[in-house]
């Protein structure tokens, strides 16, 4: 959609001044001669010092000034992407000429390049209303509606810049995803028939395709439209993201660590997202395949700078190099000295290698995480139980209990009861 409004936006300021004095009075504002001149000289001056061009427009505005001014300095602004002075230059506009056509569909330009669709409804209508053209304005008004989820005004408006231009591509793909926003994919996968034979090299229409075939449960289908995306199409990092996904779920997860890898190649990929795979894989049952994944050094996580040594401790132990996986987990509480993930993976090696005193103090710290308090809890007891300290044992039970009521450790207690009361 930038694509399509950055030009508007880029002959917007040189156009700004001629119109004034062709459009009809009520729709554009008046200049007076001198305006004109302050005009023309900026938008002569913007193609070789944009800055210049706007800091000198931009004296020439006040509350007296032709909204002609207001509106090219909008322009110029928006053209230079400081969206937000354009949203302010646009308004003091329109607030001197609320009946300026051009200013409401350029105010509606720039809400949407800046992210605000929801804000951009109204300028269009306000647009529409006093004449802009329709094929135009409609084709804006309905991309703000499946921006803002709002399927079938988004199916409506698309319908209509069709009636006008039977063969948009682009309104036809609005309508396509619209329609699969409302769950019609049979509705939708003509559509995107046509455009992929008429537009093979469109990366875009193919991943559409490829969602048509997920949400009908096939998708070994949506990979031949995903592949077929990739190789037709320059490989964007979404496209091999998506094969990666359902090579995945087809447990074909080697081909899966290869699309995951060639993305992460591609374009920047979080280290977050890239450890939440290699999880994922482990979670499979595939460490050497979350290894390779994340084999390589990896930029930090500020967010949650322990999850990459976790996940390389889970992948040590898998290999059974408990040394490893303890100097991995040494270095998530390096990075976070209350990871709770981290004080529990710790306190079972330490349990396992006949460290339970150790392993018991490890557990306290966990307990003071909120997020894992419960777990920790259960672990102490399950170690006080291997030391004979039933009452410490039931003790730590009872209060993980007090927190969240489980029947299967309400019958491990009472085993423990039970246990206690044959040694008295």
């Known amino acids: 959609?930038?694509?399509?409004?950055?030009?508007?936006?880029?002959?917007?300021?040189?156009?700004?001044?001629?119109?004034?004095?062709?459009?009809?009075?009520?729709?554009?504002?008046?200049?007076?001669?001198?305006?004109?001149?302050?005009?023309?000289?900026?938008?002569?001056?913007?193609?070789?010092?944009?800055?210049?061009?706007?800091?000198?427009?931009?004296?020439?505005?006040?509350?007296?000034?032709?909204?002609?001014?207001?509106?090219?300095?909008?322009?110029?602004?928006?053209?230079?992407?400081?969206?937000?002075?354009?949203?302010?230059?646009?308004?003091?506009?329109?607030?001197?000429?609320?009946?300026?056509?051009?200013?409401?569909?350029?105010?509606?330009?720039?809400?949407?390049?800046?992210?605000?669709?929801?804000?951009?409804?109204?300028?269009?209508?306000?647009?529409?209303?006093?004449?802009?053209?329709?094929?135009?304005?409609?084709?804006?008004?309905?991309?703000?509606?499946?921006?803002?989820?709002?399927?079938?005004?988004?199916?409506?408006?698309?319908?209509?810049?069709?009636?006008?231009?039977?063969?948009?591509?682009?309104?036809?793909?609005?309508?396509?995803?619209?329609?699969?926003?409302?769950?019609?994919?049979?509705?939708?996968?003509?559509?995107?028939?046509?455009?992929?034979?008429?537009?093979?090299?469109?990366?875009?229409?193919?991943?559409?395709?490829?969602?048509?075939?997920?949400?009908?449960?096939?998708?070994?289908?949506?990979?031949?439209?995903?592949?077929?995306?990739?190789?037709l199409c320059k490989a964007n990092q979404q496209v091999l993201l998506a094969l990666g996904d359902l090579y995945f779920n087809e447990r074909l997860y080697e081909k899966a660590v290869s699309h995951y890898s060639e993305a992460s190649t591609s374009g920047k990929l979080s280290t977050a997202r890239l450890v939440r795979y290699a999880g994922a894989l482990l979670d499979a049952g595939r460490p050497l395949l979350a290894e390779k994944l994340i084999g390589r050094k990896l930029p930090a996580d500020r967010k949650h700078p322990d999850r990459i040594h976790l996940v390389r401790a889970k992948i040590a132990l898998a290999r059974r190099d408990g040394k490893s996986a303890r100097n991995h987990l040494d270095a998530a509480l390096r990075a976070r000295p209350m990871s709770g993930d981290a004080l529990l993976m710790l306190a079972r090696l330490q349990r396992d290698g006949g460290e339970s005193e150790r392993a018991l103090l490890t557990l306290e710290r966990a307990s003071r995480v909120k997020s894992h308090k419960r777990r920790a809890l259960l672990e102490i007891a399950q170690i006080r139980v291997d030391r004979s300290q039933y009452q410490k044992a039931l003790d730590a039970l009872a209060q993980a209990q007090s927190m969240r009521f489980d029947p299967r450790v309400a019958r491990y207690a009472e085993q423990i009861r039970k246990a206690r009361a044959s040694l008295e």
């Not at 156009?15 to 729709?27: D, V």
């Not at 000198?56 to 602004?77: E, V």
């Not at 046509?194 to 096939?218: D, F, H, S």
């Open 1 to 231: 959609m930038v694509g399509i409004l950055m030009p508007v936006l880029l002959c917007a300021a040189s156009a700004a001044h001629a119109s004034e004095r062709s459009g009809p009075p009520a729709l554009e504002p008046t200049v007076t001669r001198e305006e004109a001149g302050h005009l023309a000289a900026a938008s002569s001056l913007f193609e070789k010092d944009p800055g210049a061009a706007i800091k000198q427009l931009r004296a020439q505005t006040g509350p007296k000034a032709s909204a002609a001014l207001d509106f090219a300095l909008g322009a110029m602004l928006a053209k230079g992407k400081r969206f937000a002075e354009a949203e302010k230059a646009l308004e003091t506009a329109l607030g001197k000429l609320t009946s300026f056509r051009r200013a409401w569909l350029l105010m509606a330009r720039v809400r949407i390049l800046r992210g605000r669709t929801e804000n951009a409804v109204d300028p269009l209508r306000r647009a529409l209303k006093l004449g802009a053209e329709r094929s135009e304005a409609v084709k804006l008004l309905a991309y703000c509606h499946v921006a803002n989820g709002d399927a079938v005004a988004a199916e409506s408006a698309y319908r209509q810049v069709l009636v006008l231009e039977p063969r948009d591509r682009e309104a036809t793909a609005g309508l396509a995803r619209s329609l699969l926003m409302q769950e019609r994919a049979d509705d939708a996968a003509p559509l995107l028939r046509v455009l992929c034979e008429k537009t093979p090299g469109r990366a875009e229409y193919w991943q559409l395709r490829a969602n048509i075939e997920m949400a009908r449960g096939k998708n070994r289908r949506a990979i031949t439209m995903l592949e077929c995306a990739r190789r």
